[in-house]
């Protein structure tokens, strides 16, 4: 079993930056995937970044390329995702996943395991 925790939510003005944390526990095996999703009120849920376990391989999505970075502390066992020029329409409660796949580092909610509970970040304009 998994367990994640999401902290470093908050509220910031257009053009700031944050700091998310997703604190893993329990068994992770190096091929397994972290992956962070936001969801806005209304919209469905949307994929933002995702790392290996290992830290090897990372991916992002095209909304988040150029401003958002997805990385491992090894010694804390905690994936952060660094926020910058943050905009309104990054508002949403953005959630950590864990992914048990065996290849690849998915892009879709349902490729994922385990959950945290989500933190809300707001960017006011």
């Known amino acids: ?10 509220m910031v003005q257009a053009g700031g930056s944050l700091r998310l ?7 992770m095996l190096n091929h397994y995937v972290v ?3 936001r969801q ?12 290996q376990w290992s830290g090897s391989r990372t ?3 095209d909304s988040a390329k150029g401003r958002f970075t997805i990385s491992k502390d090894n010694a804390k066992n905690v ?16 959630s950590c996943a864990a992914s048990v796949i065996l290849v690849g580092l998915p892009t879709t909610p349902d490729m994922y395991n385990f959950w945290g509970q989500g933190t809300q970040v707001t ?3």
């Open 79 to 94: 994936v952060s995702l660094l926020m910058n020029s943050l905009k309104p329409e990054d508002t949403a409660v953005y």
């Open 40 to 51: 806005a009120p209304g919209k469905e849920r949307e994929f933002v970044a995702a790392i």
């Open 1 to 10: 079993q998994v367990q994640l925790v999401e902290s470093g939510g908050g």
């Open 59 to 61: 991916t992002i999505s």
């Open 35 to 37: 992956g962070w999703f």
């Open 21 to 27: 944390s997703c604190a893993a526990s329990g068994r």
């Open 123 to 125: 960017v006011s304009s």
